[in-house]
């Protein structure tokens, strides 16, 4: 890169678009950004307006008056709504850790050139994400054999482990820990598993916290495995995500049969800021977390890409 | 460090052939190492494999004893007597071309607009107005249907909604009109909202590829004249294409596995709606959860499973017709 200065501005005039065209790119872009952020304030801005400031005006980003009771509405509570954030945290921390020790284990061992069962596991691995006995043939299994109905493992043991992932902290592996490494420590006398836990996971700390990454992500939103292995004998047991659902399916219910029922019914049922609050709590995190890990992620996703 | 790569070296004068595999010790430890995932895989993914058989019993679960009992004893064989039934419903076809529809215009639309996002974001002057847009659009991929379904909520409540509250305070259109009602608008919307997910995560995967390409190549074109049209025509695009076939085969894949969450949460299972958001995956939940018929739902998961493995396996081999290198598998 010995190029004069002069010379490098104008090639880069030919290796740019128009200013111009820049222009309208760029309009374009801030349009899609605020395409996609745009909705996430509403919600914010109606979760942090006064009850009867959306009575009166309905949602709206300019509300007549501002208030935070929805939220300290929700600190109050306990019972299955206030017991819900914890659920979530829960699942998520536990959900992560197992995942994580699942997929490095397998992931280091189909990694290693010397293993002998290296093929088997690697196609042992590779068929379910080609074919899956299907959702109902899971449910069946998942229930009437290990009898996961209403448990909190059946929010957690489902999504532990994912080929996909696998594949991933394989490769992360194969890149990053040369076989050199792992020789010499066995001539030091370590063994695989502690050649495993100190030295193979201390030095692909970055690769090991992305996929903790996915996972948390992947837990904090599930809402599908709530959906299918709890019903409301488990109220308990509920999810942020999943107490969203149920909130909106009794507000269906309670104005389909308001006539029935009377107006009362509503009253126990949380108010329209304080479910745009619950929503507001199942999003700020993420909200607030992923711009500084989407670097991670990106890294996670690309490798992901890599053809297996 | 330096003794550690001297002692590597050392390793690997001294190895012989036949020691290379590993002692067995070695392989019994790496064996063990991954035992428990090794056992998931077998309950969580292999099970359900077998368990496709119950798609070929008249099945019913007998309270209180196992499953293999449920199976045997208290199930008849049904050969495919499930599948013609399923077949006959007059669900069957709508499901199938709903999945099948929505999911065509999804792969298209997924691959042409991030594609045509990532490589016009990457000619932006200013990187940082990049970086800001990028991650603003990365947002909505981080959220799930459930918070999304609430959003929507927001815009097109029928009482409550921003959409409805201008259209009174504009006095356009109508302001107490019932959007979760609205076929029409739905039919486009779903489409929206698919892209409206995924862009972000899309334009991310190939924006990674294209800096990867190397920037000489440009300047090699422009010293041979190329416009900035014809390096991106020339340069870019087919640089593009083994990412691009490879997201295209993996979403081909699942042309047959629909997004719940889009059809069912976001929608709010509204009931008018049916016909075009009832897909397999609808089908599966409301047989299986909300009105219990396993011998409906079970084969119309397996037949799911069953052409998504052909599929995939299809596409992967014309894509390797065309382009030897860019194959999956």
Redesign the interface.
């Known amino acids: 890169m010995a190029k004069q200065p002069k010379a490098k501005t104008a ?1 880069l005039k ?6 111009v ?2 222009v309208c ?2 309009a ?3 349009f ?6 745009m ?2 304030l ?2 914010l801005i ?1 979760s942090l307006s006064s009850e009867s400031s ?1 009575l009166s ?5 300019f509300p007549a008056e501002w208030s935070l009771a929805s939220y300290k509405y929700l600190l109050q509570q306990s019972g299955y709504i206030g017991r819900a954030f914890m659920n979530s945290i829960g699942i998520t921390v536990i959900g992560t850790l197992i995942g994580l ?3 490095s ?2 992931g ?3 990694s ?1 050139s ?4 290296k093929g088997f ?1 690697t196609w ?3 068929i ?1 994400m ?13 229930t ?3 009898g996961l109905k209403n448990t909190y493992w059946s929010l957690i ?2 999504m ?2 994912s080929s996909f992932y ?1 594949i991933i902290m394989r490769t992360f592996f194969q890149t990053t820990v ?1 076989d ?2 792992i ?2 420590a ?2 030091d006398g370590a ?3 502690r050649i ?1 836990l100190q030295i193979v996971l201390p030095i692909s700390l970055p690769s090991i916290a992305t996929i903790g990454l996915f996972y948390t ?1 992947a837990y904090w ?4 495995l709530a ?2 292995y709890l019903n409301t004998n488990a109220q308990e047991k509920f999810p942020l ?2 107490v ?2 149920t909130l ?1 399916n009794n507000i ?1 219910f309670l104005t389909r049969n308001s006539q029935f029922l009377g107006t009362d019914a509503a009253a126990d049922l949380p108010s ?1 800021t304080v ?2 609050a619950m ?1 507001m709590v ?2 700020i995190p ?2 607030c977390s ?2 500084f890990f ?1 670097k991670y ?2 890294s996670g ?2 490798i992901g ?1 890599v ?2 | 460090m330096a003794e ?2 001297k ?6 004068v001294s190895k012989t052939g036949a020691e ?3 002692s067995s010790f ?2 019994l ?6 035992l ?3 056992l ?2 077998l ?10 058989v ?2 070929f019993f008249d099945y019913n ?1 007998a309270p209180g004893k ?2 293999l009992y ?1 199976l045997f004893v208290n199930s008849s064989w049904n050969g495919v007597g499930n599948f013609k039934f399923l077949f006959e419903s007059i669900y069957f076809e709508p499901m199938i071309r709903n999945t099948l529809v929505y999911n065509s215009i999804f792969i298209v639309l997924g691959v042409l607009i991030p594609v045509t ?1 990532a490589i ?2 990457s ?4 990187k940082r ?2 970086k ?2 990028q ?6 991929h ?14 097109f ?1 029928q ?4 959409v ?2 201008i259209a009174k305070s504009i006095g356009v259109g109508d302001p107490k009109h019932n959007w979760y009602n609205d076929v029409g608008f739905w039919k486009w919307f779903l489409v929206f909202l698919n892209q ?1 997910k995924g ?3 899309g334009m ?2 190939y924006m ?2 294209i800096s990867g390409i190397d920037q000489e190549m ?2 090699a074109a ?1 010293i041979d004249g190329a416009s ?1 049209w014809q ?1 991106t025509r020339f340069i870019t695009i087919p640089m593009l294409r083994p ?1 691009v076939s ?2 295209f085969i993996m979403a081909i ?1 699942n042309i047959f596995r629909s997004d ?2 889009l059809f069912y ?1 976001a929608t ?1 299972n509204s009931g008018p709606l049916t016909d075009i958001t009832q897909t397999i ?1 609808v089908y ?2 409301k047989a ?2 909300d009105k219990p018929n ?1 011998n409906l ?2 084969p ?3 037949i ?3 052409c ?2 052909i599929t ?2 299809l596409a992967n081999i014309v894509v390797k017709k065309i382009d030897p290198e860019a ?3």
């Not at chain 1, 030919?14 to 200013?19: A, E, G």
């Not at chain 2, 000619?123 to 200013?126: D, M």
């Not at chain 2, 981080?142 to 815009?155: D, T």
């Open positions: 090639t030919y290796l740019r678009v128009h200013p065209t820049n790119f760029s374009i872009f801030i899609l950004a605020l395409l996609c952020f909705p996430a509403l919600v109606v959306v005006k309905g949602y709206s980003y020790i699942m997929c284990t397998m280091y061992s189909i290693r010397n293993y002998r069962l596991f042992f691995i590779f379910p080609l074919f899956s006995g299907g959702l109902v043939a899971s449910y069946v299994i998942n009437q054999i290990l043991l489902p532990c482990c696998v040369p050199a490494i020789e010499s066995k001539i063994r695989q598993v495993f992500f939103n599930d809402w599908m959906k299918y995500q999943y969203l659902i909106e269906q329209e479910r745009m929503v199942a999003v993420i909200a992923y711009p989407q992620f990106i996703l690309t890409a053809k297996g | 550690l790569v002692k590597a070296k050392a390793v690997k290379s595999t590993g070695d392989n430890e790496l064996f063990l190492l991954h428990p995932t090794t998931w895989y309950i969580f993914c292999y099970a359900p494999m077998f368990g496709i119950i798609s679960v196992g499953f449920s996002l016009i974001i000619e932006l002057y200013s107005l990049a800001v847009c991650t603003a659009m990365f947002l909505p981080f959220l799930s249907w459930v918070v999304i379904g609430y959003f929507v909520f927001a815009f409540s009482d409550a909604g921003l409805n509250n409206w862009m972000g995560y991310v995967v990674a590829s440009y300047e422009l900035k390096q990412i490879i997201m894949g719940f969450g949460q709010r995956d599966v939940y299986l959860i396993i739902s079970a119309a998961a397996l799911q499973s069953v998504g493995c995939i396996v194959g999956l598998f």
